[in-house]
């Protein structure tokens, strides 16, 4: 678990380059290796709190720091003015935690043993929960799409759309919040032992709480100094290496974000804990859909240049419900094989080309 600290230097090294006005691919890809170490500091953080404070509190300090780091990128990229990078990061994050995590855990887990077995039940209840909100994250596209100026294209850097749709997605998030908070009552509260699995809990490097408060702290300082290098070089970057911002933000932000967290998926998957790292996949997706989103949503109207309306592309409404599909079909009957996970993988390269040549 210790190789991300390992990127550490890139850290003071991404704002050496960026105050010395270094090329802009170069401050990219700096700032971009140099998040995964302060995301890792972040998540071990927690880790420790939790393992102090109890599974209620725990569980509420997990699901709160699990995905601070793509919720920090994304709101330095809505100050920016950069809504469809903040959009396609979204997607990233739930189709990647949906497809390449749990692939990768199934893959990596499933070498050298028949199968791996996890809780069907729940798995069905993330799943479903998952469905539900990404049916509701549509639903402001369908509308623009019948009664506005349609879907935007996957090129596109900014789109105002206008009172109607923005107030739709503002109450559409409103009610996602709602359903948030309601699963972690169902989860931390009412049916708490589906979600903590008696192994939960190992593995933690005995830090005291207040090392673990302060660890949480700098990790907090040094995610938001890395994510302002890191999106005021997305622009000049994305026309060097000629991708787009699109492709930028669905695959590499969104990958970069949850590099730490992907990588102890696949960890605990290899140790035959398949619940833990099945929680880790879906519970992510589940978070960025019922927690992030909502709350870029409603940050929007506070900073940036105008509210962020949930109106994605037609790759990005494509890429959400085939892999929400795809990942309840594969979790439904409570167990894996590595080839199932190469299948994952396999989905997950096939939107990558497609959101390429977009």
Excluded: C
């Amino acid at each position: 678990m210790g190789w991300p600290y390992l990127l550490t230097p890139l850290i003071p090294v991404a704002v050496v380059l960026e105050l010395a006005h270094a090329p802009a691919t170069v401050v990219f890809a700096a700032s971009a290796l140099g998040i995964i170490p302060t995301a890792a500091l972040m998540g071990r953080a927690t880790e420790e709190l939790a393992a102090r404070s109890g599974p209620g509190i725990g569980g509420l300090l997990n699901v709160t720091f699990g995905n601070a780091p793509e919720l920090i990128i994304a709101l330095f990229a809505l100050a920016q003015g950069l809504q469809e990078v903040v959009k396609a990061s979204i997607v990233g994050s739930i189709v990647g935690n949906m497809l390449l995590v749990l692939g990768a855990a199934m893959l990596a887990g499933g070498i050298g043993r028949e199968k791996q077995r996890f809780s069907r039940t729940s798995a069905s209840i993330q799943t479903t929960m998952l469905m539900l909100a990404g049916a509701a994250l549509i639903m402001p596209a369908i509308f623009e799409l019948v009664e506005g100026k349609g879907l935007p294209d996957p090129g596109a850097e900014a789109i105002h759309y206008g009172g109607t749709v923005e107030q739709l997605s503002l109450a559409v998030a409103i009610v996602l919040i709602a359903t948030y908070v309601a699963g972690l009552f169902f989860s931390l509260k009412t049916h708490r032992d589906l979600f903590n699995p008696e192994y939960e809990e190992e593995d933690t490097w005995g830090w005291s709480t207040r090392t673990s408060v302060i660890a949480l702290a700098i990790a907090g300082v040094l995610v938001g100094v890395m994510s302002e290098v890191l999106v005021g070089s997305i622009t000049e970057a994305s026309e060097s290496v000629g991708l787009s911002e699109f492709f930028i933000g669905v695959i590499v932000v969104a990958i970069v974000g949850n590099a730490a967290e992907h990588w102890v998926a696949v960890l605990v998957a290899m140790k035959d804990k398949m619940d833990l790292a099945v929680n880790i996949a879906i519970g992510s997706s589940a978070q960025i859909a019922l927690f992030v989103a909502p709350v870029l949503v409603i940050a929007s109207f506070f900073i940036g240049p105008y509210p962020l309306a949930l109106v994605f592309n037609g790759f990005e409404l494509g890429a959400i419900l085939l892999a929400i599909l795809v990942g309840n079909h594969v979790t439904a009957d409570g167990e894996s094989t590595w080839f199932e996970g190469a299948q994952l993988l396999a989905v997950y390269f096939v939107f990558g080309l497609a959101f390429y040549f977009a």
